[in-house]
């Protein structure tokens, strides 16, 4: 040896590397959480005082500014776009429940997640499918390369486990109502630790819930009045009560014992092929309806989100295999009318009634002589069908009119019509830049959208009854779009970018690590180089 001192030096720089200067294995597990509702305000509001899970993610890639980037910023289509790589505007999920006249059934509105060609199929009483998913998700395409790989999802919501999981789940299951289920005739492995999970949750529900406030959320406690009720200060639960089962961080803790019960009962990552683990956080979502956003409530919820991330973390390191977490959300969300009033935004109110589509739809019927319904819808904004018992030759008019009373109606930012959308091109280039008629463009399908399209104006609450929700999401408003988008890789050197990166991009992304080709050209969304240095994550 004629430089061993030079060697010795070399060996000990190598030493001290960090470990993304060497290929990192590829994960042989890949794992999605969608928490529902976590918005990237909420994140920036609370990231200081996480100390479990989402505290150890934020040690990986952390995209604070991400981007659901349409304007129908909602469950369905939300997790649609997580792990396909596609805006709802190619998955075909517009809306979670959207209007097809065409349909040979009484209930015309149609839900995101149902099998609408099983017989006596509603919008309400449906058969959870993937059935109206019109592209493939992560699982379905590792699955074509390698069918021995597992793909598995769990979820508070049936909606954020099918669109998350795809069209050729291995496992899934989803709360009902009154417990965790999977789709009716699926065959396969039981799982023990969905029936410990069911036997443990019948326990919680039937007794009362204690109001043990963390320390960290003691500040935040001040009661809200709004519509004869109260918010903001965390409540006790009775016994037998289902519904505040699901807002509190108990139903998330369910969802992830079922996930880490799954992980080891089918020995996930230690297959002969990566396997795919969808979770679904939903807890979130309802509680941001219930009590809004800026309360104690959402405080002890996302501290419990933390928790129950740092649990699913723990399970994976026992797995000893390497793997690699993205979690993310369907959409964002913002803050009752009531309390943003009261903390600067002077601009917040509810929506009025008199933009119902019904009462809308009932001039145009008195003003045209038609038989109402005239205009038909899932909601009071967004897509907004004209009835297609209107004779042709009046459509054009009928539209224009009901065009013209949306936007003389000092609520209403803007309103397109499928036409407008139909001839631009889908967007591109930086989603924070995009105009209005972009956001809507990316969640639109010429088959499935309404013939308007309807923007409320910037925190005007689509809720004009506020007795059993306070608050809500659905807006092409930044508030509503803006995502955390964090990925963690055990060992991997992190780092944090502004970037308006989308979660379009988590797909490619993923690939990359695993070495999957995507066809561009099949997809909306770029991959990701994870290597803070001169490396790469993505496939050159
Ligand atoms: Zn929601």
Known sequence: MRYPYLLSILIAAAAALPSHAEPAAQPRLIVAISVDQFSADLFAEYRSLFTGGLKRLQSGVVFANGYQSHAATETCPGHSTILTGSRPARTGIIANEWIDQALARPDKKVYCAEDPTVPGSSSSQYTVSAHFLRVQTLGDRIKAVSPQSRVVAVAGKDRAAVMMGGHAMDQVWYWSGTAFVTLPGAKGFEPKSVATTNAAVTAVIAKPAPTTLPAACQTRSLSVPVAGHEVGVLQPTKAGDVGAFKVSPAFDHAVTDIAIGLIRELRLGLGTAPDVLAI????????????GTEGAEMCAQLLGVDENVARILQALDGTHVPYVVVLTADHGGTDLPERNQLRG????????????????????????????????????????WLSRDIPDPMRARVLDAARTKYLSHPQ???????????????????????TLAERFRASFDPERSGDLLVALKPHITAIADARYSVATHGSPWNYDRRVPI????????????????????????????IGLPIPPSEIDGHCIDLDPGSGSTCMR
């Open 280 to 291: 679904g956080l939903s807890a979130t979502d309802y509680v941001g309806h219930a009590f």
């Open 345 to 384: 935004a002077a601009d917040a109110a509810r929506i009025d009634p008199a933009l119902s589509p019904g009462r809308l739809g009932q001039q145009l019927a008195d003003e045209f002589g038609l038989k109402p319904p005239v205009l038909l819808a899932a909601q009071p904004f967004g897509d907004i």
């Open 412 to 434: 209403v930012a803007a309103v397109f019509t499928a036409a407008e959308l139909r001839s631009m091109p889908a967007p591109s280039g930086p989603p924070d830049e995009w």
């Open 486 to 513: 964090l990925f963690y890789r055990p060992g991997a050197t992190g780092f944090e970018h502004p970037l308006p990166v989308e979660t379009v991009d988590i797909l490619p992304t993923l690939a990359g690590l």
